[in-house]
């Protein structure tokens, strides 16, 4: 990312700076190294003089936010002032009304979806926390409430479960808690009537991309907790309604537009979607192909607005000529008790194309063996014959980028590997 943005500057902190010392990522642009903490970093405040800031346009590039990488190399999609202010608006209006002195606590990486967040709560005069750890540890963040005032938190499903599994929610001060906003992935059903159960009102999901930030779509909390009284699956399994000033559409092959229901990409139009990528004007063209941005996601919405995600367009599995949705096969697999995690792909067959293995974590003392018949039961009972998996494989975890979302490829490649 250094190599690729030309970066000239590079904030950092004492590993961070051994790291880039040593010369590796080292390049031609990047010139000066300031850790924070150091006497470069102290320098820069020692010095007095003022100057205007620079002048900008609303189309400037103000942020080259990297994708996570997680279906290929990482993008750099250029956000501009207008992104940033569109962005900000849309969060205050659809989904947080964030109050001078309010707090946000940033326990996912400020590289990626966290770091979005920093801009709406400085315009409001909000105060931003980095926890002593600079990462996730519920324990934590359970601690740090007490001392800040309508705590917010970004945070991907995988930590929003490990938070309402810790012991040590069982003595937290939820009256400190405003909300915690869930991104970077769909939460499956169950795991969100659990932190609904353990959190109360105060989950909200969103839907969004690098390319179009935290803005596509809102499920607030006061739908959220309406499709929990109203027992109304559906609903709680959507990502929500398009934000202020966001159009949808869900396109065919050919990028026309589907009616209600229908099941095809989601496509995006507003101030909030990207200029493009940095340094990569093929795929700029091909991801705002026709003036939409093509996310790459699949889904339908229905006929109240609400978006329902099936897949990532490359998670896709064609077994015997039937499209399959992981993400079906994952929401009927969370539901026994003895599942920790699961992830849904296929693998070449020599018959079917492909055929459908669910990768399993299974919670501490399942019986395997007993496990998976009753994973199978469950699907039969729930899902078509022919979306069940055909294999289970049983792993100590599922391999993650640094954002929390699993790594799809690696499993792919890990069962090429043993087929």
């Not at 609303?58 to 940033?84: C, Q, V």
């Not at 659990?194 to 909200?204: E, F, I, K, T």
Request: aromatic share 6%; proline share 5%.
């Amino acid at each position: 990312m250094l190599e690729h943005s030309g970066a000239r500057w590079a904030f950092v902190d004492a590993a961070w700076a051994a790291t880039l010392g040593a010369g590796v990522a080292r390049t031609a642009a990047l010139s000066r190294i300031v850790q924070f903490g150091g006497r470069d970093y102290a320098e820069l405040f020692g010095d007095a003089r003022t100057e205007e800031p620079a002048a900008v346009a609303s189309d400037d590039p103000a942020w080259l936010f990297y994708t996570s990488g997680t279906t290929g190399r990482p993008k750099g999609a250029i956000l501009s002032h207008a992104n940033l202010r569109a962005m900000s608006e849309a969060f205050l209006a659809n989904v947080e009304p964030v109050a001078a002195g309010d707090a946000i606590l940033h326990a996912a990486p400020l590289s990626h979806g966290s770091g979005l967040y920093v801009v709406p709560h400085v315009e409001r005069a909000a105060a931003n926390v980095v926890p002593e750890s600079g990462g996730f540890d519920a324990a934590e963040v359970v601690a740090l409430l007490p001392a800040w005032r309508n705590v917010r938190m970004f945070a991907a499903p995988t930590m929003v479960k490990r938070l309402v599994a810790h012991r040590a929610l069982g003595n937290a001060r939820l009256d400190r808690l405003a909300s915690i906003v869930c991104g970077g992935a769909p939460m499956y059903v169950e795991d969100c009537k659990a932190a609904y159960a353990a959190l109360g009102p105060r989950l909200a999901q969103i839907y969004g991309q690098g390319e179009s930030p935290m803005t596509i779509t809102a499920l607030s909390r006061e739908r959220i907790a309406t499709a929990i009284a109203a027992s109304d699956d559906a609903r709680l399994g959507s990502v929500g309604v398009a934000q202020r000033g966001i159009a949808l559409r869900i396109a065919d092959d050919e990028g026309a537009p589907l009616p209600a229901g229908e099941i095809g990409e989601v496509l995006v139009r507003g101030p909030t979607v990207m200029r493009g990528y940095w340094r990569n004007a093929e795929a700029s063209a091909a991801a705002l192909a026709g003036g939409w941005l093509h996310t790459g996601d699949v889904g339908c919405v229905d006929g109240e607005g609400f978006l329902t995600l099936k897949d990532r367009s490359k998670d896709l599995i064609i077994s015997g000529g039937s499209n399959i949705y992981p993400r079906e096969v994952e929401e009927v697999l969370q539901r026994h008790p003895g599942v920790a995690e699961v992830a849904v792909v296929g693998r070449r067959h020599v018959d079917w194309g492909e055929e459908v293995v669910a990768c399993v974590v299974p919670r501490a003392g399942a019986d395997v063996a007993v496990l998976e018949a009753d994973l199978d039961a469950l699907c039969l009972e729930h899902i078509a014959r022919f979306k069940r998996p055909k294999v289970y494989v049983f792993l100590d975890e599922l391999p993650k980028n640094n954002t929390g979302k699993v790594l799809k490829t690696a499993l792919r490649e890990r069962l090429a590997g043993s087929a």
